[in-house]
């Protein structure tokens, strides 16, 4: 009955087999938590809990996909497939379709993705005539957000004191008004944003213990996977359900918890004990992906965080290769020189393209090492692009299923109402959203009778908009009869959407049509998997919910291709790559210059850089430049503080002595306890769910002093062929050739790492060595 137990190692098997109260298992990087949770679910089927009471709570659709097919090798599809397993967003909504009543909303509400959460708050801010380069509508977003994932609702928001001096001191006292407002234009169009889902289903089980109760009975026990990287409003929904019970399994590593920037507290992995009263803390500490030299610098890296549960991670792995440090005159020749280290590796380990990763802090990165990637004939793809349901003629499509389910849906109306072109304008729908506003009721309301509600347009227009309506309206009569597949097909037949795009042969417009083509294969696909669950026909609604909160990873078609992967670190969680280099390694970008200012921002940034090395399976790189391009000029700079933070011995250092000192020299003169106060004070709000309020806006800290440029300009007279010079950006190199004469003389350069460059000499900065 439970031969795979014997599958498991020590550890493993005793996460898997306690069952009797909380427990907490504390996963190392490549440890095997996916597998315990796995055939901790399975062992939990085969002790007689139904599947329809175990709950289990993911952050990404791939991951539930994962465990889920697993746990059917095991147990059998049928059974698999009643378990409720997904994201907490996939599960919440599908609890609030179920209860929308309660809530005042209908069980077909509409989740606004982050685009149209963004223009609904941009009109805001132009309808109060606000100045959108003071309240940037990302910005607002973000203040929103955080509220909401603190519980905030807006009568708290505006209650609160320190909010609102927070938003004064930031020059947007009218945050709260936006809040507000948002908040009722969400609810007339019977529409939620991501947040709005946790938000809502914390008020639901608060304002309706009899609704509670019901799934605290049903969930008899909760799984949740990277627990360090919940927020407040999720801990929350898991300590209400499992309140009666108290049957919460939690995995995580609380020394990968790197998403504070969204929300995630690491508190509630660091305290779970203490809000789970006899909880069990379980530690699997072999890791199984990487060498021993990786794991034992990555200890020595993160034993340095004072905020941690301590474990002592090993691996079994052969003892493998120092981890190597590369040291570049500036980022341009850092990419040169990472993207011939990665050939040079390709050639005598015979790796294919796909086992390299290149990670870095952030995006803007990227450009220099694509370059490089293009001149070596390197393929390469940027994880994390835009995705499959982003791309415009996609999201027109998804807009009018939107406006099927949901008439009321105010952003999809505002972007198919005119697309594709039938004469209804700008000043048209600035009507027509006027009218609705002023009346409280939704723009599809308005549309339905324009006379009652004034709306002045003349006939002309009048007739388009009653098409429109009668267009919609003839699709909402169908919802009902046809299936999603049938009733999309009819969609992109009867509005023309696609009648440009043949019209138009341009490559665009045929990839267009292909994406278009994609998108009803796969609502083709949605209805056939769900006919083999036993749902005869799939509504359309179905689809959305599922589509709607799909992730990159969820859509990602290219991951098996024959390329290098290139990502932040932040992407690159939960992945693994035989090797990997991470690049950047630099004062003030790694860590961040905005980290500096608190030691517990400064240990998170010390948690990016253990989960970027232990991406890494046989060979880890990293790099760092001592001039950067900034701001329109090169600037000095020193190298990052975590290059010290390694134990040496793990480390090979460059072959430059007085470069490998100046790493160690530089990252030692900057003390981690040495900070100007303890941070952000943690003030009390208003909020009855929590004691945080948000931070004030980090400003950045001085730059540390540098050297001045040494680089210059050359004379004509001191520069011959033979010569070796050290140029600025493209490092060293030999002058192969002179040519020309006056302010027209070139110089021709073979540089070590850079390629064969041609530089006019009376702008070229180097040194002749």
Known sequence: MVDFIKELNESQQQAVLHNDSASLVIAGAGSGKTRVLTYKIAYLLQSGYPAYSILALTFTNKAAREMKERIARIVGHREAARLWMGTFHSIFSRILRREAEYIGFTSNFTIYDTADSKSLIKDIIKELGLDEKVYKPATVQGRISNAKNCLITPGMYSANRDLMEDDFKMKMPQIRDIYRIYAIRCKKADAMDFDDLLLYTNILFRDFPDVLAKYQVQFQYILVDEYQDTNFAQHLIVKQLSGS??????????????????????????NFKQNFPGCQIFKLEQNYRSTQTIV?????????????????????????????????????????????????????KHDAYSQFAILYR????????????????IPYRIYGGLSFYQRQEIKDVIAYFRMIVNPNDEEALKRIINRPARGIGETTLTKLKSAAISQSVSMWTVLNDPLAFGLNVNSGTARKLQFFRELIQGFVNDMEEVSAFDLADSVIKKTGLLTEMYADRTPESLSKQENIQELL????????????????????????????????????????????????????????????????????????MFAKESEKSLEEERRLFYVAITRA???????????????????????????????????????????????????????????SGRGVSERATASPYTQNSFPPKAQPTSQPDIPNNPYQTQSAEKVAAGQTIRHERFGVGKITKCEGSGDDRKIFVSFEHSGDRVLLLKYAKFTIL
Do not use: W
Not at 536 to 555: K, P, R
């Open 521 to 592: 294969n796969g609502i083709q696909e949605f209805c056939l998997n769900k006919q083999e669950e036993g749902i005869e026909q799939a509504g359309l609604v179905d689809f959305l919910s599922e589509i709607s909160l799909a992730t990159d990873q969820d859509t990602d078609k290219e991951a098996e291709q024959e390329r290098v992967t290139m990502m932040t670190i932040h992407a690159a969680k939960g992945l693994e790559f035989k090797n990997v280099f991470v690049v950047g390694m630099e004062e003030d970008l790694f860590p961040s």
């Open 617 to 675: 399976g046989e060979n880890c790189t990293l790099s760092f430049a001592k001039s950067r391009f900034r701001n329109g000029q090169s600037q000095m700079t020193s190298p990052s503080r975590f290059l010290k933070d390694i134990d040496a011995e793990y480390l090979d250092m460059p072959s430059d002595n007085r470069l490998a000192d100046s790493v160690r020299e530089r990252a030692s003169n900057f003390n981690r306890n040495n900070f």
């Open 362 to 377: 952030t995006n803007a990165q990227s450009r220099i090492l694509e370059e490089a990637l293009r001149k070596r004939n």
């Open 296 to 348: 034992d610098a990555a200890n020595s890296l993160i034993k340095k965080n004072r905020a941690q549960i301590r474990k002592n991670v090993f691996s079994e792995n052969e003892r493998g290769e120092k981890i190597q440090v590369i040291s570049a005159y500036s980022d341009f020749e850092e990419g040169y020189m990472v993207a011939g280290k990665l050939l040079e590796m390709r050639m005598r």
């Open 245 to 270: 019970h108290g049957r919460v399994c939690a995995v995580g590593d609380d020394a990968q918890s790197i998403y504070s920037f969204r929300g995630a507290n690491i508190d509630n992995i660091l």
